[in-house]
């Protein structure tokens, strides 16, 4: 293999089997070793297709019409077997429960070089080269069952790096990763790349994470590429990006909503901006704006009404109706939950956070019964929770899953509403009937269609709208956004906030969505190592930049950009970019900002 | 007054019935009490450690089940229960963890009870017999005239053999990589996908029990009354059992569509790693026979050798008849 070969793809379209529409569309895309390119795009623009061709998996294993050429230099890959073209491209898929075949960390390295019957030493060097570079030495012999979902992506790279390919493909890699732990495999990458024999290309909708890494952004839509460009030059026309329906980074933003704030355009790293605009005319006026709000924060000084939570307004919490009392959680030797006390209000919506493995789950389990606390109590408008009486109190708290699509049992969309009435008494005047639930979840038309012909924002949306026909009177949300693109977590927001305005009901989210979901929430509770470490209003949680870090959670960019300019006795922060371009202004001479897009 | 009602028809019956069900339905409540679904995945997952029995030759790990078997197989009942404490041994150099000895337990002791109380009513010796317990009509139409003493020892006796097999298999499957399993396997000229199928079974059972018991949360969830009824809730069992009839059908389409999805990555996953590629394999871990590995085979060789000559001078032989 020459080093200066790339892999490239040349009008490569691609129709699968029986379908009337093709995935990918003349598409022309080369990536060398030593890049780092990020692929980003709206759900079903063809991306984790694209990742199948350029792997060699299309047509060998995914049957279907390919025209064009992928290739590695000069070796075609849609002619390779599976396993030579593994070598050249390695794939990391997006689940990493469905990759890991294997029993230990270090079987599962070894598993290829083994198949391919290298010598020993050979297999040796390359799992320990593989498992030292993604952070995995220390876990070598470690059951692939006790790993973090964190700790299998990284397994699962380790696994795929083995076949050295020269380019490797990760589909979705952070999917299952707090922000910390992708923060943590991202550097992984970029090291890989550095060193020059690697290419990587990032399959994500976590743009804002990724881009700071990579040296070229690609945007894909309806199966095209339409952009490919350096990061600093990709979001430079914001109107493609609202087209598809891919988020584009708060610094970008921000740069557009507040011109001449960064001249020479927006870093897309929070230090990068940070350093930019420390001691320049930004800082001066968001320090400005935090003494005329005499409390030290710029959040007192942004625009009239803005301090609710850009969800909507907050209620005054009401009388508990969730309760946690000096709980502690036991898993053989971990202990999970450690003495929490807590309490949510009535008509609260409140963000639970914290990085993987901090309790979160745990905590929310016991709500419905599931998992026996060691100590302490659990309450539901204080009546204890009893643990196994799961479906006693699952009318009382529905808990809707991450995985949603386990939720579903019926054959038809009419059906899986009218699931949970079959089986229980619900109250005589219910918030949401099922008749209610198909209008106001717009399922008119699909009553009878089966539920898994819905997309996966469908199934979601269904699956919600199931529990919420069982008259709940808490609804608790694990992890609602996760793998999902910007303009469907849009969608699935404005959802809650409408069913939250329409019902009244109190709701909590288990949530890594910093940005996104938790911003949404009137109050945020920080879980770390089983304690509540943090709890309050969201802008001052968010304020805490360095104690959230210590827990393994990142603040939203804006809010760490506000305490890198501030100081760390920035007391509240600003959440979207609307807030804080109205707070510092436009730059003293400059021209009035454009039109703000919602975040 | 007392005596005469347990020694009335009425009392006899009774009393028959209740030694007849009682440890049948014993079983089932130990297993949903001390093991249940998530505890299934004891039995198969892999403990990794760094014990004597984890680095033992995974080619003498491979004999030792089929070892047992042969000396259950050929030896008698009675000394079946000698290899069964032998059996035994080699768990105290794993020291499994509580929740697992737990689970063991309950699958040992389960199927011993079942073969002892079975045997105990079922298995008549040559006349006479003596009946720990004679059964009335009433109860002996069933088929069995009542409990002997014999037919419980017998029963023991042949419990043992099911105990060796699952003593051994239990213990090479957890202190065993299913890598070493592979390799072993191809040591022995099996092809390579024989141990890539037991690879993939042993790594996606416990996946499988795992998903099982969330899709069942799920089911719950959605309001699903899935709560067992209190043991003298008589009344309510039969409702619970069509419940979780019902719930089996309605559990298996996700279960089955996420399952489908899950294999075909595998697939794609196996096939990029490159198996099947070459017949031979390479292996990362070099098994070198240390002096333990010469001291189990010695003594894997010594019992096989031991038990055929035993049963050639019938010795402790099984009894044919």
Redesign the interface.
């Given at each position: 293999m020459a080093a200066s070969a790339a892999l490239s793809a040349r009008d490569v379209s691609f129709a699968y089997l029986g379908a009337a529409r093709a995935s990918l569309r003349h598409v022309d895309l080369s990536v060398a070793p030593g890049e780092v390119v990020l692929i980003t795009g709206a759900s079903g623009c063809g991306k984790s297709t694209l990742a199948l061709a350029l792997a060699g998996l299309i047509p060998s294993r995914v049957h279907g019409e390919l025209r064009g050429q992928v290739s590695f230099g000069d070796r075609v890959l849609s002619g390779l077997p599976p396993h030579e073209a593994s070598q050249l491209v390695g794939l990391v898929f997006q689940n990493p429960n469905q990759q890991l075949i294997n029993q230990t960390v270090q079987s599962e390295v070894a598993f290829g070089p083994e198949n391919l019957a290298l010598p020993h030493r050979e297999i040796a060097a390359r799992v320990d080269w593989c498992l030292e570079v993604t952070g995995m030495a220390g876990m070598r012999q470690a059951a692939v069952v006790t790993l973090s979902g964190g700790q299998k992506q990284r397994t699962a790279i380790a696994a795929t790096l083995a076949m050295r390919p020269a380019i490797l493909v990760l589909d979705e890699p952070l999917s299952d990763l707090d922000p910390v732990g992708a923060q943590e495999v991202l550097a992984t990458l970029r090291r890989l790349a550095s060193a020059g024999d690697t290419g990587i290309m990032v399959i994500e909708h976590r743009v804002d994470e990724v881009a700071p890494w990579a040296d070229r952004v690609v945007l894909m839509d309806d199966g095209r590429i339409i952009l490919d460009q350096p990061p600093r030059d990709a979001w430079a026309d914001e109107t493609v990006w609202a087209r598809t329906g891919v988020g584009v980074p708060d610094l970008v933003r921000l740069g557009h909503a507040v011109p001449g704030a960064f001249p020479a355009g927006a870093p897309l790293s929070v230090d990068g901006a940070v350093s930019v605009l420390r001691g320049g005319w930004f800082a001066a006026a968001l320090a400005q704006a935090a003494s005329r709000a005499g409390g030290g924060t710029a959040a007192g000084d942004a625009a009239a009404g803005a301090l609710s939570p850009p969800g909507g307004p907050v209620r005054p919490p009401g009388p508990p109706v969730l309760a946690w009392q000096g709980v502690s959680v036991q898993f053989g030797q971990v202990r999970a939950v450690d003495d929490v006390t807590l309490s949510i209000g009535e008509g609260e919506w409140t963000a639970l956070i914290g990085a993987n493995g901090s309790g979160k789950s745990t905590l929310i389990s016991l709500t419905v019964g599931l998992g026996r606390p060691a100590s302490g109590r659990v309450e539901f408008r204080g009546q204890p929770i009893r643990p196994g009486k799961v479906f006693e109190h699952a009318a009382q708290v529905a808990l809707l899953l991450q995985a949603a699509d386990e939720m579903l049992f019926a054959e038809t969309v009419q059906a899986e509403l009218e699931f949970g009435t079959r089986f229980r008494v619900l109250p005589p005047d219910p918030v949401l009937d099922v008749a209610g639930a198909v209008k106001f979840f717009g399922f008119e038309d699909l009553t009878d269609a089966s539920p898994w012909e819905l997309s996966q924002g469908g199934r979601q949306r269904l699956a919600l709208a199931a529990l919420l026909v069982g008259a709940p009177g808490v609804l608790v949300l694990d992890e609602p956004t996760t793998g999902q693109d910007a303009h469907h977590m849009q969608a699935f927001l404005r959802l809650l906030e409408r069913v939250v305005e329409h019902t009244g009901l109190t709701v909590i989210t288990v949530t890594h969505d910093i940005r996104g979901l938790a911003s949404r929430a009137a109050r945020v509770v920080v879980l770390g190592a089983g304690k509540v470490q943090l709890d309050g209003p969201v802008r001052q949680v968010f304020a805490h930049t360095a104690e959230l870090a210590q827990w393994g959670v990142l603040a939203p960019p804006l809010a760490r950009l506000q305490v890198g300019l501030l100081g760390d006795d920035c007391g509240e922060v600003l959440l979207t970019v609307e807030e804080l371009a109205a707070a510092v202004g436009p730059r003293p001479g400059a021209a009035a900002a454009g039109v703000l897009r919602p975040c | 007054m007392l005596n005469s009602l347990l020694n009335s028809l009425f009392g006899q019956t009774v009393i028959a019935y209740l030694l007849m069900f009682a440890v049948p339905l014993v079983l089932p409540v130990l297993f949903i009490k001390l093991v249940g679904l998530g505890g299934l995945?004891e039995l198969v997952?892999?403990?990794?450690s760094?014990t004597p029995l984890h680095r033992l030759d995974p080619r003498l790990k491979v004999l030792y089940p089929v070892a047992m078997g042969v000396l259950s197989i050929l030896l008698s009942w009675k000394l079946m229960l000698v290899v069964f404490a032998l059996t035994l041994l080699p768990w105290v150099w794993l020291r499994p963890?509580r929740?697992r000895i737990r689970v063991l337990m309950v699958m040992v002791i389960g199927p011993a009870l079942a073969g002892f109380w079975s045997q105990g009513m079922f298995y008549l010796p040559n006349p006479p017999i003596h009946f720990l317990y004679k059964f009335p009509w009433t109860v002996a139409w069933l088929g069995s005239p009542g409990i002997t003493s014999y037919g419980m020892i017998f029963g023991l006796e042949q419990t043992a053999r099911v105990l060796v097999t699952v003593s051994t298999s239990m213990l090479i499957l957890v202190s065993t990589?299913?890598?070493d399993f592979t390799w072993a396997f191809e040591r022995f000229r099996a092809p390579p996908h024989v141990g890539f199928a037991l690879?993939?079974a042993?790594?996606f059972l416990?996946?499988m029990i795992s998903?099982t018991t969330?899709?069942l949360?799920?089911?719950?969830?959605?309001?699903?009354?899935?709560?067992r009824p209190r043991w003298f809730q008589f009344t309510r069992w039969p409702d619970y059992v069509r419940r979780l009839a019902r719930c089996a059908v309605?559990?298996t389409?996700?279960l089955l569509?996420?399952t489908l999805?899950?294999t075909a990555?595998?697939?794609?996953?196996?096939?990029?790693?490159?198996?099947?590629?070459?017949r031979?394999?390479?292996?990362?871990k070099?098994h070198r026979l240390t002096r333990v590995d010469y001291w189990g085979y010695a003594i894997l060789v010594t019992l096989v050798v031991g038990a055929f000559v035993l049963n050639h001078l019938h010795i402790g032989a099984r009894y044919y008849g």
């Open positions: - | 995945r997952t892999y403990e990794a760094d963890s929740q990589d299913v890598g690879t993939a042993l790594r416990p996946e998903r969330l899709v949360r799920a089911v719950e969830l959605r309001g699903y009354d899935l709560s309605l559990i389409v996700p569509i996420g999805r899950g990555t595998m697939a794609m996953v196996a096939d990029a790693r490159g198996f099947g590629v070459s031979r394999r390479g292996s990362l070099v």
